[in-house]
């Protein structure tokens, strides 16, 4: 029994939904939003409350039936308030700045590493050392700031790297402490 598939959703009055077979589409006040639903799955709006049921207890449709109402109210939730990832750069000459919507990177190579903001998604950058990723898609602005991650992950011997904000590097020694 799923206990997160079996929540009903209450939809806020400033989004609107709009059910069409298996396609949902909602749209707020941060813009809109559409996704496929899986054929096994059903949902259904009454009252602007939304229901997720699946056929079965087969394993898949178990699986199905709470990533569905999840990815739904990640989705309403999205284009009411909209989701951010908070990166910080550690290192001596380390520093981002934005150049209308690419974000420049300086991170120890021998050239600036530039990126290019996807569609529905920003950069922000309050100081050099501090890169914001916002948007109203959890999965891109995820997907957004792990792709940032990666030009220089943080090294364990000094700390140096990019790293989420909620993230801890635990640190090591190195040569001296091996004694």
């Known amino acids: 029994m799923s206990r997160i598939g079996n929540k009903p959703i209450t939809v ?13 589409t909602v749209k707020g006040p941060k813009g809109t939003l559409e996704r496929q639903i899986h054929e096994n799955m ?4 009454a009252d602007k ?9 087969e394993p898949q449709n178990r699986s199905l039936h709470g990533l569905t109402r999840t990815l739904i109210n990640n989705m309403i939730e999205g284009t009411v308030n909209g989701f951010e990832k908070k990166l910080e750069i550690n ?4 520093r981002a700045l934005k150049k209308g ?3 420049v990177m300086n991170l120890g190579y021998s050239h600036p590493v ?14 050099q050392n501090e890169v914001i990723v916002k948007g109203i898609d959890k999965e891109l602005v995820g997907q957004t700031a792990a792709v940032i991650r990666t030009k220089r992950p943080p ?11 909620y993230e801890v590097i635990r640190r090591k020694e190195g040569k001296a ?3």
């Open 42 to 45: 059903k949902v259904t709006l």
């Open 155 to 165: 090294e364990v011997y000094r700390g140096k790297g990019i790293k989420y904000d």
């Open 91 to 94: 290192g001596v000459g380390y």
């Open 177 to 179: 402490g091996k004694k």
């Open 49 to 57: 409350v939304l229901k997720v049921e699946r056929p079965n207890d």
């Open 114 to 127: 530039e990126m290019e903001a996807p569609a529905g998604i920003t950069f922000d950058v309050p100081n």
């Open 12 to 24: 806020p009055d400033s989004v609107e939904i709009k059910l069409e077979g298996q396609h949902i």
């Open 101 to 103: 919507n690419n974000l």
